[in-house]
């Protein structure tokens, strides 16, 4: 088992390695997505694509649907997150340049962002019926990990905030960067990996892969109307 899958086992549990094979596509699906609804608006300015934060959002909602998964609205904010055991998940994109380092960019720059780093878990209500579950597809070694890890965390004094993100670097040029850990708030504002931190651009989608003969996942090769110099009209991050 490498490093990175036995990293989501004990973070979220039995379906974080699921999860993390299919944040990759997720978050491919939304990058190809937006640029046809930039290049079909025909708008010079590139505010469209800039709708991004939105509609990653939006795809992540289908992690809330697992087992031991909620949605939670941080602070007073327009769209909720997943929380998959006890663990925020947070989809944001914090730069659209490939120059832009994560360490360099703030991430609490509103009471939404500041909440959803220091989300406290919540009880979940179980189906009465559980029916048509995913398949987390473990081996028994590593379902007796999730075991393991699931009585640890059920222990209130372990529990405690927690928020895997998702920084995601991209633009009409190009997907740049996917990466995901732990992180921590720092008093400034900025985010700091805790522990294992990986890039997930490298791994092998588990959904069917774009068939697109312009567009590949780590280029995202842009529609020919947009000039190569940026665009008015989108931020640099999301602001929400």
Do not use: C
């Not at 663990?87 to 730069?95: E, G, L």
């Not at 987390?136 to 590593?142: A, C, F, I, N, V």
């Amino acid at each position: 088992m490498d490093a990175g899958r036995l990293w989501a086992l004990e973070s979220l549990g039995m379906y974080g390695p699921m999860i993390r094979d299919q944040i990759a596509q997720l978050v491919q699906d939304e990058h190809e997505s937006s640029l046809d609804a930039q290049e079909a608006s025909g708008h010079r300015s590139r505010s469209v694509y800039g709708e991004f934060w939105r509609g990653i959002l939006e795809r992540f909602e289908q992690f809330g649907n697992l087992p031991g998964a909620t949605m939670a609205r941080p602070g007073g904010a327009p769209y909720k997150i997943p929380v998959v055991n006890g663990v925020a998940v947070y989809p944001w994109r914090y730069a659209k340049s490939r120059e832009t380092e994560l360490s360099n960019t703030p991430f609490a720059t509103s009471t939404a962002r500041m909440k959803a780093a220091s989300l406290r878990p919540e009880g979940v209500q179980e189906a009465l019926v559980p029916l048509d579950l995913p398949d987390p597809q473990l081996t028994d070694e590593e379902q007796a990990l999730v075991d393991g890890f699931t009585a640890l965390t059920e222990d209130p004094l372990v529990s405690s905030s927690r928020m895997v993100l998702v920084a995601i670097s991209s633009s009409v040029n190009g997907l740049f960067a996917v990466q995901w850990g732990e992180v921590q708030l720092t008093a400034d504002g900025y985010v700091d990996w805790i522990g294992h931190h990986e890039s997930l651009l490298d791994l092998q989608p588990t959904l069917p892969v774009s068939t697109s003969p312009t567009r590949t996942f780590t280029s995202g090769e842009p529609p020919k109307k947009f000039p190569d110099a940026e665009a008015d009209g989108e931020t640099s991050t999301d602001e929400r």
